[in-house]
């Protein structure tokens, strides 16, 4: 059961879409660039050593992302962010509960690790 997992790169790839139609090369496919990067996150995701309880990525302690891939992931999800919940209320809700539900719990765990 990978159900979690999934998710997020359907987010991941729905977002990275969204973001190269508006400003790249405006037709169907991903460009090099932005396939590359999706293509790095999916990898990153079935790598990540939390696997199901996975804390949303921009919370996860464990820093997966290149640094310069990471900037790139964020500029993505500060652009399609918002437009991903007008052409996708339901996958942006989701996601958005998940974050928050994930954010409480991994800032709890840290706090515990913490001592
Ligand atoms: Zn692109």
Redesign the pocket.
């Known amino acids: 059961m990978k159900k979690h997992i999934t998710f997020e790169k359907q987010v991941i790839a729905t977002m ?1 879409s969204i ?3 508006k ?3 405006k037709s169907k496919n ?6 590359q ?1 999706y293509r790095y996150s999916t990898k990153r995701l079935n790598r990540c050593p939390f696997g199901e309880s996975k804390p949303a990525c921009q919370y996860c302690k464990v820093h997966c992302y290149e640094k310069a891939m990471r900037q790139r992931v964020r500029d993505v999800m500060a652009f399609a962010g918002p437009r991903m919940l007008y052409q996708h209320p339901i996958m942006s809700l989701k996601h958005l509960c998940q974050s928050k539900f994930t954010k409480a719990w991994s800032l709890k765990e840290y706090r515990q690790n913490d001592g």
């Open positions: 990275i973001y190269c139609r400003q790249h090369c991903l460009c090099k660039d932005c396939y990067l």
